[in-house]
């Protein structure tokens, strides 16, 4: 009897020793999964690879997992529900700000724990190779000319790229046709077969086939030419009036689930924030035209809070509920 109450009593001491070894580890002990709503081979894709990439150099282990669909709210539910341990976050972009404006996700932005903004980006339009426009005026033309309309391809619906087209639409006085897929890779492909006549996508998903020549870039929706393309004007330049409504801006940040704890989430702020400063990520940025600020924690979460609010004026203007 006497040996079984030592042995019991050394089992709870070493069961009490195991539990304070777990909880005195250091976050993270094991790998994040980093959530992409989006197809491999866009610029969320791009980005959420370059961060596990550089964190990997510095020995933090970030699994990409790419979960698309829905203009992103597949994946980031899966963001939302997951345990708040900060072992599952998820790149968020201003699409998930589309999508709940037109009340078709029951996600809401206070269900995420806001924590790094990983990339700002300028959208352009862009064109097939053998397309007959070779400027804004050119597609102008065309819009106006083509029965039907012209067809305008977007990674996902009622989100920043669908806005834009439609408000290139709205100023000319045309109709068009929105094709939207389930991420810019996909726009990318049909786009360069010629089955779609234009596409809104961001400078880093379209630089490669741009050099190749397989597409042309028309115009950038934005107040100022991107960096990497400087001899695109905006549309601005051509008094079309992109923004009646406000400025967009198509911004991807990282996120947690609700709930994460203070020192974890200050933890994983600190871990992105240092990948993000790396030269390395800064090089990526601007080979792909990216702009990189360090925005974090409350701050990101009002500027979150602030895109929403816009999608919620421009939403009921320019989309029709599906």
């Known amino acids: 009897m006497k040996t079984r109450r030592i042995a019991a009593i050394a089992a709870l001491a070493a069961a009490s020793l195991l539990g304070t070894a777990h909880a005195g580890e250091a976050f993270p002990a094991r790998p994040v ?43 980031l539910t899966k963001v939302a529900n997951a345990a708040p341990d900060g072992y599952t976050v998820g790149l968020a972009t201003s699409s998930l700000m589309g999508v709940i404006a037109q009340d078709m996700t029951k996600l809401r932005v206070d269900q995420f724990t806001a924590l790094n903004q990983t990339t700002v980006e300028q959208l352009i339009l862009v064109v097939p190779k053998v397309s007959p426009a070779n400027s804004v005026e050119d597609f102008v033309k065309l819009m106006k000319s083509r029965a039907g309309g012209v067809s305008i391809g977007t990674p996902g619906n009622n989100n920043v790229n669908h806005t834009f087209a439609s408000m290139l639409a709205r100023t000319v006085g045309v109709e068009y046709v929105n094709v939207p897929y389930t991420g810019g890779s996909k726009v990318l492909s049909d786009l360069a077969g010629g089955q779609i006549d234009a596409g809104v996508l961001k400078p880093s998903e379209t630089i490669n086939q741009i050099k190749a020549g397989l597409i042309k870039p028309i115009g950038v929706f934005s107040t100022e030419r991107v960096q990497i393309m400087p001899e695109v004007p905006t549309f601005a330049e051509k008094q079309i009036d992109v923004f009646p409504y406000g400025e967009l801006e198509q911004m991807s940040y990282l996120v947690g689930p609700r709930g994460l704890p203070a020192e974890v989430a200050t933890r994983l702020e600190d871990l992105f924030a240092q990948a993000i400063a790396s030269d390395d990520y800064q090089k990526f940025a601007r080979d792909f035209g990216m702009k990189v600020s360090d925005v974090r924690g409350e701050t990101l979460q009002k500027q979150a809070l602030a895109i929403q609010n816009t999608f919620n004026t421009v939403a009921p203007k320019i989309f029709t509920k599906q």
């Open 33 to 75: 999964t980093l959530v992409v709503p989006w197809n491999p081979g866009g610029s969320v894709d791009l980005t959420g690879r370059k961060l596990s990439e550089v964190l990997g150099k510095s020995g933090v282990n970030v699994v990409v997992e790419n979960v698309p669909g829905a203009s992103s709210t597949i994946g």
